[in-house]
């Protein structure tokens, strides 16, 4: 057993923070933690531990939405609407994935960063590229950090040199062995104009056969969920047209955005408990729209975050808290008050507890979970006078990866690779 003397944060409800000043967590050789304590228990008084002082020790990230070939992007073309962005910027750019030479140079820098931000766990597009995909879930395994990736599935609406086929997809999950362990494959249709009726039940066949989770993009444009309408005029909404081909909540599933669901997609959403990721960087920077979260987390609905690079211009998950609880007070205040803004404690579990729900017991410090853990040093912006939850809100607002001490995931430090 390993046990950490620290200041201990966490939320394991929405509503409030649980804070352990110089408290102690006690973690098995198997990376799950037995508890939290202010004193330790007079069993293990005697056990020796590790004192890291005056520092917070908080849940690692999870980033539930975010594309790996894009990192090479971050930060430009950010002055155009989506449809337009992933024709000039974002298709160009994932089809030099064709190259693994290419792939394996900028895949490492992409995991390496998310080790700098502090994202143990993420749920990651890769390209339609087979070889790169391999190569990047190999990436992701000699990192030790958890990651869902997917095979970008798209056989129409998008340049020739972009696209794969039903057999394609179907030979790579056909010699997929390992789909288990901390790094496993998910179901990744692009969204639905990028795939014709024949991907998408071949997609949902894959994922009934194989129990495998599903990802993908909803809602995040009024152009895109017009050009669905046209595309599948039988779908009651744009969520029903994933629903009819069984991508949606038939196995765990994944909804990026959102922005713009209501009604009956909001209902069909809660009924087959999928996962929105709200992605509020990228919907700022392509000006999709500011998705309803107050309402889907009042109606039931699970939501989760995601940087959603190179739509979001920066991988860590502080910049998304931010962002998330900044578009909530203009919702709050676009609604005259009506819809209440995020708190902190709310910002902070969208990021950890929310979004490691969909790897299993993560992203809190409850008994059971993973220790899945930041070490964070915020001595120059500390004052004595601070309470634990100022020092969390500044740490949020003006710390970044140079805060980060050490780096857990499932009871492992992690160490910077040097070959990354």
């Known amino acids: 057993m390993n046990i950490y003397k620290a200041n201990i944060i966490y ?12 408290g102690y967590i006690c973690v098995a050789a198997n990376g799950i933690v037995e508890g939290v304590y202010e004193k330790l228990p007079d069993e293990i008084q005697d056990h020796s531990f590790t004192d890291f002082g005056d520092r917070l020790l908080i849940p690692a990230f999870n ?36 190259d693994t030479d290419y792939a394996r140079r900028i895949y490492r820098r992409f995991v390496h960063e998310l080790w700098m931000q ?3 766990r993420s749920s990651v597009f890769a390209t339609i590229h087979a070889d790169a995909t391999d190569l990047l879930t190999n990436i992701f395994r000699e990192s030790g950090m958890g990651a869902y990736i997917g095979l970008v599935a798209m056989d129409r609406n998008s340049p020739d040199y972009l696209q794969n086929t039903p057999k394609q997809v179907a030979e790579y999950f056909e010699r997929l062995t390992d789909t288990d362990g901390i790094v496993r494959p998910i179901i990744t249709p692009r969204f639905i104009p ?23 993009h909803l809602s995040e444009n009024r152009s895109e ?3 669905v309408a046209e595309l599948e005029p039988d779908a009651s909404c744009y969520a029903d047209a994933y629903r009819r081909y069984g991508l949606l909540g038939q196995t765990p599933t994944l909804m990026a955005h959102c922005c713009h669901s209501a009604g009956e997609e909001m209902q069909m959403l ?12 990228s919907n700022s920077n392509l000006a999709s729209g500011i998705a309803p979260v107050r309402v889907f987390l009042d109606n039931g609905i699970r939501v989760a975050l995601g940087s959603d690079i190179s739509g979001g211009h920066h991988l860590s998950m502080l910049r998304v808290m931010q962002y998330a609880i900044q578009l909530s007070k203009l919702a709050y205040a676009r609604s005259e008050g009506k819809l209440p803004y995020l708190s902190l404690s709310e910002a902070f579990y969208l ?10 017991k993560v992203g809190s410090f409850e008994k059971g979970y993973d220790f899945d853990a930041l070490l964070i040093d915020d001595s120059y912006l500390n004052y004595d006078d601070y309470s634990l939850e100022h020092r969390l809100q500044r740490y949020i607002y003006l710390g970044d990866d140079r805060d980060i001490r050490l780096r857990f995931c499932q009871g492992r430090q992690l160490l910077e690779p040097s070959n990354f």
């Open 11 to 22: 939320t394991p409800t929405p509503d409030r923070f649980s804070f352990v000043r110089g």
């Open 63 to 98: 980033d539930l939405h975010v594309h790996a070939p894009q990192y090479r992007n971050l930060g430009l073309a950010l002055d155009e609407e989506l449809l337009p962005w992933l024709e000039k910027y974002t298709f160009p750019e994932e089809a030099k994935f064709a």
């Open 118 to 120: 502090g994202t143990m």
């Open 194 to 216: 990028s795939c014709t009726p024949d991907m998408l039940r071949l997609l949902g066949r894959i994922a009934r056969e194989k129990n495998l989770p599903v990802q993908s």
């Open 225 to 227: 969920i017009n050009w």
């Open 270 to 281: 809660r009924d087959n408990d999928v996962v929105v990721v709200h992605c509020p960087t």
């Open 351 to 360: 990021a950890t507890k929310a979004g490691g729900s969909f790897f299993g």
